[in-house]
């Protein structure tokens, strides 16, 4: 019996158990649906929509290879997979999990029209290490706090990855109406030219994502320590938009870094700090889980009496923030990684910190500012982990930088591009700085202070 496999933020056929399950049981369709309008899901951003398009395309030369049609369709997702499991007469249609609470709404509406067309509906953990309901504290809540969470899933099993499936005889879906191109799926923007930079740095892909993995196994992983916080090196895994959009399995890294610990001493240490900043993901989708107005509203609500500052009621602040949008507030290492996130969608983890403080605390511009930005310029925006450390940055998350701490974007620069290569590189024209370091640090603290009188 025909079975559906419904692919989403999972863009890979090895360690994928919904596909597994879904090709043990009879032959498999697979189907991607662009939802872009169904209640409280955030449509996606421009950066992102040009990484999902190339790695649709790479995904759907995987799967002919396995013998696997992949149809596309736009709209309410989970009204057009009742109907195409209707069409098509399939008998079930499986799916690995998804956290967010508008897609866990459209996952449970399609599961009970699915039931109540007879056919069967069935959810499998693909996405994170564990589900957020396996992994709680004593109290039987979420984590708030990452090191006993980090702690926590040391001690747990974690399944190992499965391996890539066989594939099927060639089982064609050209009897399914109304199929799309990947082009009516319009991911790609009409005009805008910075994509060529997107294209230069990228290819979007299982393939491509494996290789790279194979690389941070052989030398990336083992200098990790020294150089992880070193945006001009090439020194930290750049999985993050691989693992965003799944073409790169969690367990699969999780898996093959504690391997490379154990087989060899020298890369240890690397491999072992690297896991645990893969676990920051599921820390932050974990939170996502149990705090679903994450994105929305301050975890420490005390934040919410904060003064915070918006373009739309400043002219002065609105041109500030062009300017650290345009990577010109005269920072270098703020504007190098402002220039490296439009022309690669990406920037290193260190300055996407110093370049968001400068924002949020020397500025006191809202964090859902620097949020949006970066939600619709990142290839890895990911609502969990931007949203979390966007609050992370700004004091207001769960597990929060005090808020005194005031990154001094100078010193940064000093401590992590030494010889300023980073910065020639990506801002070679110094700009005039917009603020004041010194007194703009002493009015975020002053702020703060006359936030805490409010309380
Ligand atoms: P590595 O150092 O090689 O780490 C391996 C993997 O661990 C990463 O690929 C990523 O999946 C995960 N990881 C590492 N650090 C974090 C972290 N702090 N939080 C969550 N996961 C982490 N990451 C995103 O994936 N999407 C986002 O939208 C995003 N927005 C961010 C916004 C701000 C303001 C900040 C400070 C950080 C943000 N991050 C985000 C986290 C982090 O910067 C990136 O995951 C990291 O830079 C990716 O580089 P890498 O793959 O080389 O990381």
Redesign the pocket.
Same mark, same amino acid.
């Given at each position: 019996p025909l079975q559906l496999m419904w692919f989403r933020d999972d863009l890979r056929t090895a360690d994928n158990p919904a596909l597994s399950s879904a090709l043990a049981a009879g032959p498999v369709i697979a189907v991607f649906i662009l939802d872009q309008q169904s209640p409280g899901i955030r449509p996606l951003g421009g950066a992102a929509k040009w990484w999902l398009h190339h790695g649709l395309k790479s995904l759907r030369a995987a799967l002919e290879d396995l013998g696997i049609p992949l149809v596309l369709r736009k709209g309410p997702a989970d009204s057009i997979m009742t109907e195409l499991a209707r069409q098509t007469n399939a008998q079930a249609v499986h799916w690995n999990r998804r956290y967010g609470q508008p897609e866990r709404a459209v996952d449970t509406r399609a599961k009970t029209a699915l039931r109540g067309l007879g056919r069967e509906a069935r959810s499998y953990p693909g996405t994170l290490l564990h589900e957020p309901w396996e992994l709680l504290t004593k109290k039987g809540t979420g984590y708030k706090v990452f090191t006993p969470f980090y702690n926590a899933l040391g001690d747990s099993a974690i399944r190992p990855p499965l391996p890539a499936p066989l594939g099927q005889d060639t089982f064609s879906a050209a009897g399914i109406p109304n199929g799309l191109e990947l082009e009516d799926l319009e991911l790609l923007p009409a005009t805008a030219q910075w994509t060529a930079g997107l294209a230069a740095q990228w290819e979007p892909g299982e393939a491509p994502a494996r290789h790279r993995l194979e690389n941070?196994l052989e030398s990336?992983a083992q200098d990790?320590p020294e150089h992880?916080d070193r945006p001009d090196l090439d020194g930290?895994?750049? !999985?993050?938009?691989? !693992?965003?959009w799944g073409h790169l399995g969690?367990h699969e @890294?999780w898996d093959a870094l504690g391997r490379l610990a154990a087989e060899n001493p020298k890369a240890g240490a690397g491999a072992t700090a690297?896991r645990r900043?893969?676990?920051?993901?599921d820390?932050?989708w974990h939170l996502y889980y149990h705090h679903p107005q994450l994105p929305d509203r301050n975890l420490r609500t005390d934040f919410d009496h904060f003064d915070w500052v918006w373009p739309e009621q400043d002219q002065q602040v609105a041109s500030y923030v062009q300017l650290w949008q345009k990577g010109r507030t005269g920072f270098g290492l703020v504007d190098a990684g402002m220039q490296q996130l439009w022309q690669t969608g990406? @920037?290193?983890?260190r300055v996407? @910190?110093v370049?968001?403080s400068l924002l949020v605390k020397n500025l006191q511009v809202h964090w859902k500012v620097?949020?949006r930005w970066?939600?619709d310029t !990142?290839v890895?925006?990911?609502?969990?982990?931007?949203t979390?450390?966007?609050q992370?940055?700004a004091g207001s998350g769960a597990d929060a930088a005090p808020y005194f701490r005031v990154f001094n974007p100078e010193l940064q620069a000093k401590k992590f591009d030494p010889q300023g290569s980073y910065v020639s590189q990506f801002a070679p024209l110094a700009a005039q700085p917009i603020v004041d370091l010194k007194q703009s640090r002493l009015d975020a603290l002053d702020a703060y202070d006359q936030m805490k009188l409010r309380l």
């Open positions: 941070v990336i990790y992880h930290t895994s750049a !999985l993050s938009p691989a !693992l965003r969690a @890294m690297m900043q893969l676990a920051w993901r820390f932050c990406w @920037m290193h983890n996407r @910190m370049a968001a620097g949020e970066f939600w !990142l890895d925006a990911d609502i969990a982990s931007n979390a450390n966007w992370w940055v």
